[in-house]
């Protein structure tokens, strides 16, 4: 029975662990990848070791970064009084395209799914509590997704922020519920961010 070659049957099971990619489309990519010139697959591979050499999470608000702290929370422009609260480092590109927002961020590394087994443990809340009891945030603005894992993870933070005595608001419409946040075009988000409600 045929088989692929051990270095091309690994190179699909590596791509394979990628959130998102099956069996079937790592094995087209690595197909692709096989077919393309030595010197665009290098480019490849050093990109991706570069990556993990130069960029990781900034200490405060856990955005990817080269320096730390990242250049959002070092920018003394940005109004320090509002915190942005939202899922992956990805979501800050979306409402920063807006041009619509120019406070701090701060990244939950995902939202609770109890069926996932994420739990508010593994989601980077302590840091922001931390950033709150400094005194300077007054508002909070929730921007998690409007799906079900999004808006169970605005609810348990409001919840856990009321007692902090601060503005608490939830993005607001403009993103259709169960989308997700990444998908959202810059005027969909300018909308939400703008219509933006205390909860």
Same mark, same amino acid.
């Given at each position: 029975?045929?088989?692929?070659?051990?270095?091309?049957?690994?190179?699909?099971?590596?791509? &394979?662990? /990628?959130?998102?990619?099956?069996?079937?489309?790592?094995?087209? /990519?690595?197909? =692709?990848?096989?077919?393309?010139?030595?010197?665009?697959?290098?480019?490849?591979?050093? &990109? !991706?070791?570069?990556?993990?050499?130069?960029?990781?999470? %900034?200490?405060?608000?856990?955005?990817?970064?080269?320096? +730390?702290?990242? *250049?959002? %929370?070092?920018?003394?422009?940005?109004?320090? *009084?509002? $915190?942005? $609260? $939202?899922?992956?480092?990805? +979501?800050?590109?979306?409402?920063?395209?807006?041009?619509?927002?120019?406070?701090?961020? =701060?990244?939950?590394? #995902?939202?609770? *799914?109890?069926?996932?087994?994420? #739990?508010?443990?593994?989601?980077?809340?302590?840091?922001?509590?931390?950033?709150?009891?400094? #005194?300077?945030?007054?508002? $909070?603005?929730?921007?998690? &997704?409007?799906?079900?894992?999004?808006?169970?993870?605005?609810?348990?933070?409001?919840?856990?922020?009321?007692?902090? +005595?601060?503005? @608490?608001?939830? !993005?607001? !419409?403009?993103?259709?519920?169960?989308?997700?946040?990444?998908?959202? +075009?810059?005027?969909?988000?300018?909308?939400? @961010?703008?219509?933006?409600?205390?909860?």
């Amino acid at each position: 029975m045929f088989q692929f070659p051990e270095a091309f049957r690994r190179l699909i099971l590596e791509l &394979s662990r /990628l959130p998102g990619i099956g069996e079937r489309t790592a094995e087209r /990519l690595a197909f =692709h990848l096989l077919k393309t010139a030595p010197g665009e697959a290098e480019r490849l591979a050093r &990109s !991706i070791i570069e990556v993990k050499k130069k960029v990781f999470f %900034c200490s405060v608000c856990n955005s990817i970064t080269e320096r +730390d702290p990242c *250049s959002i %929370c070092s920018d003394p422009a940005r109004d320090r *009084s509002k $915190v942005c $609260v $939202v899922e992956q480092p990805g +979501d800050i590109i979306v409402i920063e395209k807006t041009g619509k927002y120019n406070g701090l961020y =701060h990244v939950l590394m #995902g939202v609770l *799914s109890p069926l996932g087994g994420v #739990g508010p443990e593994e989601l980077r809340i302590k840091g922001l509590l931390s950033r709150l009891k400094e #005194g300077e945030i007054k508002e $909070v603005i929730i921007a998690t &997704s409007p799906n079900a894992e999004g808006e169970a993870t605005a609810f348990y933070l409001a919840k856990i922020l009321k007692p902090l +005595d601060l503005l @608490i608001t939830r !993005i607001g !419409i403009g993103i259709p519920a169960g989308a997700e946040l990444s998908y959202a +075009d810059e005027v969909t988000m300018a909308r939400a @961010i703008e219509g933006r409600r205390e909860i």
